[in-house]
Every structure is written in structure tokens, then in C-alpha cells.
């Protein structure tokens, strides 16, 4: 199991679900989930309380969308050939470079086939659109940014890639975002 650490982030009130693609619209390939009305309040959204999102029915090669403190986040289930590319990929590639290990994760004792990551565009916040040319896979219309499948930036003037949430997975179809611990 691949965990992410954010300090900011180890306090849990509160858990809501963000049920996945079931149902949902999708839009571009991207799923909007539906939010639990059993969920936490506008203070303890703004607070951040983590997410618990069911990925169990988000198939290969979709993306889903989820909000965390205001933010949104896509959780991507990667093919094996979007595992592939990513990992084959060099350094020079990339102006922020991480091997793909560091951004592909899965729950423990299951495939390391989700990639989770910011849906701001790390130059000035617009959201990418998937595009999947030349390599890339999202391109941000508002000063051309491209980023590859697991979000890492190839082409500027976005300055790094796109920044990974404190996640958890709490079993093979629940993945919590926001802590990096399961009961915190
Ligand atoms: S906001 Fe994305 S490239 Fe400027």
C-alpha cells in the first residue's frame, strides 16, 4: 500500500462518502460523483475533514472528480498500458520529475493502478481537460500546460506537477483522501 503524507491534513472529524461513476454524468470522460447527504457540514468541509470515495466501480481508464477542502481532485484507474507508458518514461521527459512509483499507488496486497491528483493546473488553476496526444494526457486550455497520465507536467509554463492529496486506502474500493492513516 502507497501512502501520502500531508501534516495539514491527520484530523477526522467526520467521513463522507463520494460515491463513484455509478450513475453519475460523465462529461469528457470524467465522472462527477455524488456526495453523500449524510455528510459533514460547511465547517468541517472547510476544516478538511478526509473523504471516503468507493472506487470499486470506476473502471480502467476512467477518471472520477472528488472535492477535498474545496478542491478538486481526480482519481484516475490506470490501464496497464497507461502503467506502462508512465513508467517508461526518462527524466527528460519532464521539468518536475518523479518515477512513476511515486505517483501510482493501490491498496495493499491489490495492483497498483490509481493515480491521484490535484485538478488545478499548477501555473495559474484552471482545470485540464483530457486530451491524451503526443504522450500527454491533459492539456490546460488557459496557457497550453500539458501533463502526462499520472499528472506530472511535461510542458510548461506550469512549474510542477500536479500535487497529490494525503490518501489511504481502506480497502480494495475505498480509497480516503485527506489523511494517511486508516481511523484517523
Ligand atoms: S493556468 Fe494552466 S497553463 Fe496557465
Known sequence: MSEHSDSDATRRDFLYIATGAAGAAAVGGIVWPLVSQMGPNAQEIAAGVPIEVNIGDIEEGRVITVTWRRKKYFIRHLTAA???????????????????????????????????????CTHLGCIPTEVKENGDTWRCACHGSRFD????????????NLPQPPMVFASEDTLIIGTDKVGA
Open 149 to 160: 497520465v499520472i499528472g506530472r507536467v511535461t510542458k510548461g509554463p506550469a512549474p510542477v
Open 82 to 120: 497507461e502503467v506502462d507508458a508512465a513508467k517508461t518514461k526518462e527524466q527528460g521527459d519532464f521539468r518536475d520529475f518523479v518515477t512513476a512509483a511515486d505517483r501510482i499507488t493501490g491498496p495493499e496486497g491489490g495492483e497498483a493502478v490509481w493515480s491521484v491528483y490535484g485538478a488545478n
